[in-house]
Each structure stands twice: as structure tokens, then as C-alpha cells.
């Protein structure tokens, strides 16, 4: 890969760069080191990595049945390369989008090498997002994206069940939330955020590569939860839409498969 620009972050100090990826013709974004979004520059529909593919299709199925001519609500945390409220904007065009994002100058650093599609409607509130959803009950939204890092692991207090009681109070009583988890083998990270969603968000389903969810092993894995028992219907349109070889479980039969 080669180093396309680079900045240290205001907040934290830590060094952020875009890379260029030969193999995939896209940019990687990394933050001290550790690769964070993918990015394809003017194909914001082109998604790279696995586990966002399988965000999208749940994001698809969430987003579908909208009243005709309302723009879908959606609220992602954090920012990344901006790849999702990108595909967002590109399948919902005028969609309400809100970033929370604890970098405040990452996304002027993203959009200054990758602008945001045309008409993008994207509003930014910096900070913890254990404190910034507080200022977001006007929303309510109708997707909620939670893909939070520090590193290779979800900061502890952004798994919590006080934190998800928090976000209930975004999402929409329909609203469908989606968390991105990057799991050891065993899963400990995915039994924890589904322990502490499913008291606010009781219905949920874990979505990912059959190694991950069927067998326990290391990987990303996509869980997809609302107040709405919608999302325990989207199981077969959840697995064909790949990718291939995928499994999707119920996050209450979800120890019995993956342990």
C-alpha cells in the first residue's frame, strides 16, 4: 500500500492516514496503525469488507419499507472513511444522517481526499458517543450503526446495557440497529454486546461468515436488533444475500451454535 496523506488527530494525538489499495482500487483508512474503513472514491455502492456487505443488506431491508417520499433517519457511530452513510446516501438519496464521531477532525480529514456524494445531508456531533446520543431524541431514527473502535476493541463502556438504553431512546420503535463486532475465538465481544442490547432491543439476529457464527471463531460478526420483531423475519433474505459461505442465528439460540 502507499501512504496517500496522513494527519495526527487533534484529540488524541494519534496518527491517521489514507492508504492506497492496488488490489482492491480503494483507500484504506488506518488509525495508529490499524486498518479502520475501506473506501472506493466515487463508488460509494461498493462495499469492500465482509462484515459491511452484510450491514448493508440488513440496512436494505430496514430502509425499504419507508413512506414514500420521507427520507430514511440514520444515525451512525462513528465515522471511519464515512463508508456507510456514503452507501446510505447513494441508496437513500436525501437521507437525515448523523455521525458521532470522538475525533472531531477526522471527517474533515476523510472528506478532503474523499468528498461525500452530492447532496449528502450529514450532520456531525463530536464527542463519546456515551454522551453525544443524549442530544439525538429528536431524531427518532429508522438505523442506527454502531461500528465503534479503539484500536481492535469496542471501548468497554460502549457495551453496556445502560449504553443500548441509551440508543433505544434514538432509534424509532421499528428502528433497526446494527453492530459491527470484530471477535477473538469464542466470541466473547458478540455474547457481551448481545447480553447488553437484547434488554433494550429483544429482538435480535447475528449475521457473519459460518466459521464466525456456526463455529466461534475469530472474525467480524453483524448484529442486527430492534424493538420490532420484523428483524427475526430477514433470516433467509439475511443469508442469501451473502456473502457466501454465511450463517445467521437468533440471538437466543446463539450460545448453542457458536460455543
Known amino acids: 500500500m502507499t501512504t496517500l496523506t496522513t494527519t495526527f488527530l487533534a484529540r488524541s494525538g494519534e496518527l491517521a492516514a489514507l492508504e492506497t489499495d492496488e488490489l482492491s482500487g480503494g483507500l484504506v483508512l488506518r488509525i495508529r496503525g490499524h486498518a479502520q474503513s475501506h473506501v472506493h472514491p466515487g463508488e460509494p455502492e461498493r462495499l469492500h469488507y465482509d462484515y459491511m456487505r452484510r450491514m448493508a443488506a440488513a440496512a436494505e431491508l430496514a430502509l425499504s419499507g419507508l413512506a414514500p417520499g420521507r427520507p430514511a433517519r440514520a444515525v451512525h457511530l462513528g465515522a471511519g472513511a464515512l463508508t456507510f452513510p456514503r452507501w446510505v446516501q447513494a441508496r437513500h438519496p436525501g ?132 424493538r420490532s420483531p420484523r428483524v427475526e423475519e430477514w433470516a433467509g433474505e439475511l443469508l442469501a444475500a451473502g456473502p457466501h459461505p454465511g450463517a445467521v442465528v437468533s440471538a437466543s439460540s446463539f450460545g448453542s451454535t457458536a460455543r
Open 95 to 226: 437521507a437525515d444522517q448523523t455521525v458521532l464521531e470522538l475525533e472531531p477532525d477526522l471527517v474533515d480529514f476523510v472528506t478532503a481526499a474523499v468528498p461525500l456524494p452530492s447532496g449528502t445531508r450529514l450532520e456531525l456531533i463530536p464527542g463519546d458517543a456515551a454522551e453525544t446520543t443524549a442530544r439525538l431524541a429528536r431524531l427518532p431514527a429508522d438505523l442506527v450503526v454502531a461500528d465503534m473502535y479503539r484500536g481492535t476493541a469496542t471501548p468497554p463502556h460502549l457495551m453496556t446495557p445502560e449504553f443500548y438504553a441509551g440508543l433505544g431512546r434514538v432509534a424509532a420503535d421499528t428502528g433497526v440497529l446494527l453492530v459491527n463486532v470484530a471477535d477473538d475465538d469464542g466470541l466473547p465481544a458478540t455474547f457481551a454486546h448481545v447480553a447488553a442490547l437484547v434488554p433494550t432491543f429483544p429482538h435480535a439476529v447475528i449475521v457473519g461468515p459460518s466459521s464466525v457464527v456456526e463455529k466461534g471463531r475469530e472474525g467480524n460478526a453483524v448484529i442486527v436488533a430492534s
